[in-house]
């Protein structure tokens, strides 16, 4: 005979015995597991269960307010989301930590472990995927209405494993434990269509597609801070199963029907491990028009059913393209509103124009994206003609102007005639779009004045600066619970987490010794959790005294990496030479992955290793060197990192890197930057002030004059001998003498393109000053709070608030407009 269950479930609220309650209610009744066999893993998606529910009853409420009030959205389009795990954020954002933390307790589980069971979805490489995850955290704690469309890749970032110091790619299978926080939206499908032939008569465009698959949507919902707002992350899968070869199916042929789903799927089977440079691969483009076909086709549908036409498109809607990837959006759209929607050319392409936004990530020329037209064509041959047809128009204007000559018209062209032939994707989002934007000041001084030189005289309004940020709810309220509790004591609760520019009142206690002290504390806890991750993970002991001094970011010869392990070569070097000074203690701390196939990355983290296993070993050092490489980097292991940092090095030779965000969580946490003038270190430097920054190295403007004169790395390694005897360590194999040729072919082929041997003495004496400057650890910690306290301005709030002002036009949601708090959802049984 069926009994009825023991424990009744209601809606829970912050109160802790419900929320037990609730878990328990999850753990049997949605996972089907006995509590008394339930391992971590079992209630953890338990407990995610129940955040879920608190979660989902914001977003319910948030989707009734849009549409009631009839509100212009933003959809923020985007390849990669790196999100990190979404618990321990949810239960911060909706004020339920503390209630969580107690039921666990109730329950007698250790809450670490069982927040540690969760999976990190890697939906992206690096800085870009994890700008765009701050952002939606950003968006809907200020109450824009907002949506994100990605790829829900099957596989994301490869897992890193490290073996006899190299780097080792194992698949990301994260979808396989249950993933108890995303909503799957069978209702929301979508067909995406690709080659074939186009077919033009009286000037009408028929495009017959050869194949067809089905873009399947899951909601992952991101909840803002305070519990009010959340918004719908929206990630397509590929599915065959929705459209067959119904011709074949007829005939009876079953299996030819059903031959080509799976290689159909592999569109969102795995996210492309590259970082900054473009591989131009089939899949990728595929990929690409897959998540854009999909997001424009929802987009419209969404815009049908909440308004009477869709002629109000422009009205409603802004469409954010992050980077180039989603560009295909421009001509998608242009193709939906003439050939489906039946619209003029014009009128289309002035809804466009007024619809999409584009950001630029990079100047740097290997990693603009280009397609081939024959590739192009063969796979989208509609939207290579609209691209003509842009491309044409565009044109034609230029030249109706008078003012440029044909040389000019060349280099404005979308379509690239010197590389055989080649749609510039960057050039096509600056002519559909309205608003272009950089992501630091100089990074969108710099486009103005090289790549988008051209543009910017023929529309000199289109540019625009938003200097990236980061959210304090994740990097400092997820991430460091210590430096949580020191700014609640010292600035009141929960001013700083929504109004980060408060911070600022920090500034009024730096010099109170005791205050200084009580951070000193914080960053202590900080680094031992760190020692201990490290000693558990790796075998490795390191002293929490020691300067510990961190690089993490993908591994890329742009940022670097290369410098800081030649500096500690020579300190090693100088250590053994004169044991008997009064060195400082540092910890050098690496982590990053390289993508699979670029060579000097991978030899990068091999030579870290390399160094690692002799200097670490070697008595004479006696622990004042130690290199750590932490493997699989990621924003899990950022979260325990960051906070730990003393020195963030940010050293990316000037001009090359756009902006840079991890150079904002360490400052955010209270590591002193060592930097180049570079991305956002730039302003950075303006807010924290020169005192309390060590910036090093060479001028974007010293950079150029050098590469003009025609730089060559000799010069430097003539004039000085620590750096000579570096290089030769290096390259005649004394930290690989199993292997002494292993870095000469690097070396050989290295040019120095990024100018490590004009900016290592310059790196050198800084890391002195630095010694000098951590000795007197109350100033040291002084300055750790200056940091902190003036980094309000890199708070991806004031970021988002800019885009909504500057260039979307979006007004958030008025505390009037949400649904009253009475309007609840609640369920009882
Ligand atoms: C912040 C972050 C990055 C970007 O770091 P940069 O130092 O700006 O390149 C990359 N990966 C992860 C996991 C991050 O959290």
Redesign the pocket.
Known sequence: MARLPEYEYRMPTTDADRIRQSIVFKLIFILGVDPKDAKPEHWLNAAMFTARDLVTESFLRTRRSHIDHKKRMVYYLSMEF?LGRAFTNSLINEGIYDAFKEAFQQLELDFDTVIGEEEDPGLGN??LG?LAACFLDSLATLRIPAMGYGIRYQYGMFKQEIIDGQQVEKPDLWLDKDMAWQFPRPNKHYPVAFGGQLHIEDNVRCWEPAEKITALGFDEIIPGYGGEVANPLRLWTAHAGYLFDLADFNKGDYFAAMRNQTSDENISRVLYPNDSTESGRELRLKQEYFLVSASIQDIIARHKCRFDSIDTLADEVAIHLNDTHPVLAIPELMRLLIDVEGWTWEKAWDTCCKVFSYTNHTLMSEALETWSLDLMGRMLPRHLDIIFEINKIFLDEVRALGLFDEDFIRRVSIIDESNGRRVRMAWLAVVGSHKVNGVAKIHSDLMTTSIFADFAKLFPSRFTNVTNG?TPRRWIAVANRPLTAFLDKHLGTNQWRLHLEKIAALNDLVDDKAVQEEFAEVKRANKQRLADYIEKELGIKISTEALFDVQ???IHEY?RQAMNVMHIIDRYNQILENPDKDWQPRVFIFAGKAASSYYVAKKIIRLINDVAEVVNHDERIRDLIKVVFIPN???SL?QIIIPAADLSE?ISLAGTEAS????M?FALNGALTVGTLDGANVEIREKVGDEHIFIFGNTVEQVEALRQKGYDPLDYLEKDPDLRRVVKQIVTGFFSPQEPNRYADVSQAYGDYYQVMADFRSYVDTQYRIDDYYRDKGNWYRSALINIANMGHFSSDRSIAEYAENIWNIKPLTEAELPPEDDRFSISV
């Open positions: 790196l690096g800085g994890r980061v993490i970011k993908r940022k980097y990621s924003v950022a940010q840079g965000t991890g150079n969580k």
